[in-house]
């Protein structure tokens, strides 16, 4: 009996272990597995062995689906938008969301789970925040800085270069997706009042945590903010957005009057002058780039003349 | 134990097969369009949601020629479809279907909608309604071709 058991497990182990193998290297699985549901009969205990052996093999925020991204943001959003309020203006709403769907096009990562969305926060603080799933926020303060339309667009790209390349699924601490996945595996964590499932709960509390500490208290890693940069100066290069209105963003922070509160922007990104001297090379290693048209200035006035 | 051994080693058997038979993508996003041409601004001939299974048939900058399951063939964002790696979970749809195990079901998901609520739960200061009304926030792309269009953007740029 127990020999049978045994070789059962290590049968579905096996199993497991083919299906992993072509995870990684090929798209097909799916259909696979889909005649493998209908034309054998699987019992629902060997079933449910092979979802536990893949989700056991989960380890890192690569692993996370597309959809667990957009549920990880909404709760982050609904952190910022706890904190923050949200700015109601219909039109200028709207305008953010153009320019903000303008750089997403022309990005990596144009489509995602739920969409790209742009929300501007009534704040005189100057801030932008990106949270995992493609929820973005700028504030008014942030807007009142910018002179153009492509300054506007400079810091949108920058932030839509934060989600394409998952900089916050990447600030989660590695022990505790670990955690989350082995609970995860476990058949009891989601039965309603397991200890496994509060175990759970509260493990997503944390990985929440890492995520909206990073942006609203730490900031992201210097190197996410400068590869944040280098994407912005792409997704706007091929949008038709001169890249040199983010070297105007950054020199216009230095200059804030902000400059030297040490909040919100200031708090969380390096210093607006090293990261000006990286985004002039990037730009300078371009063959040629778009200059900022007449046209989208002049847009650009007649809604920020009316930010109150 | 030996008929196990047979369902199993005829059930990876099945799957190899279908595996050399044509490459299957994934849709990973709620909802997105099938175009005419490898475009955004290209004619949309159909919709796909999340989990629908498509053919690939030719892959062009960043875009994927597809054909669905009613044999309609048209275009892709890459971004949309998973190419070199599979969902996991998503086999637990299909599973679930087999094994009709609530259990199955369950052990199978992820950080979805259920762990949301429960973290709800037990957060109940956090502003979800104002969540759900950024996301209600669209725009269309005839809105966006427009913008682009009038600003002088995307293709419609200003020779350098």
Known sequence: ???????????????????????????????????????????????KSLVQVAQAFRSSFADITEEEEYYIGRSVAATV????????????????????????????????????????????EINALAAPGGFIF?????????????????????????????????????????????????????????????????TYEDILGDITATLIERGYDRKFETEADALAVKFMTRAGYSPHALSDFLAALVSSSQASSGKGWFKTHPSPEKRLAKVSATIKALPQVPAVAEVRTQRFRQYSSRLK | ???????????????????????????????????????????????????????KIAEENGWVKVKTADQVEGWLHSSAVETKKIRLLAMNQILKTEASSQEVALAGKGFTKELEKAYREKNKGLNYAAVDKMLRVKVSLAELKKFLQEGKLGEWSEPR
């Open chain 1, 1 to 47: 009996m127990r020999r049978e058991k045994m070789g059962k497990f290590l049968a579905i182990i096996g199993l497991g272990g083919v299906v992993l193998f072509f995870l990684t290297s090929c798209a097909s699985v799916e259909k696979g597995i889909s005649v493998l549901g209908q034309k054998t009969k699987i019992s629902s205990e060997d079933a």
């Open chain 1, 81 to 124: 938008l706890s904190q923050y309020k949200v700015y109601k203006n219909t039109s200028i709403t709207k305008y953010v969301n153009h320019i903000g769907q303008a750089a997403v096009l022309y990005s990596d990562r144009p489509e995602i789970y739920a969409g790209y969305h742009f929300l501007v926060l009534d704040s005189d």
């Open chain 1, 138 to 202: 700028i504030t008014k303060g942030l807007l009142r800085l910018c002179r153009n339309e492509d300054m506007l667009a400079a810091v949108l790209a920058h932030e839509v270069g934060h989600v394409a390349a998952k900089h916050g699924l990447r600030s989660i601490k590695k022990s505790r997706l670990v955690e989350a996945f082995r609970l995860l595996a476990s058949e009891t964590a989601q039965r309603s009042g397991s200890a496994n499932l509060s175990k759970l709960v509260s």
């Open chain 2, 1 to 55: 134990m030996k008929k196990k051994a047979t369902i199993l080693i005829s059930s990876i058997s099945l799957i190899l097969v279908s595996l050399l038979l044509a490459e299957t993508l994934l849709v990973k996003v709620q909802t997105t369009v099938l175009r005419k041409s490898p475009q955004f601004y290209a004619t949309v001939i159909g919709s796909l949601k999340y989990g629908d299974q498509v053919e």
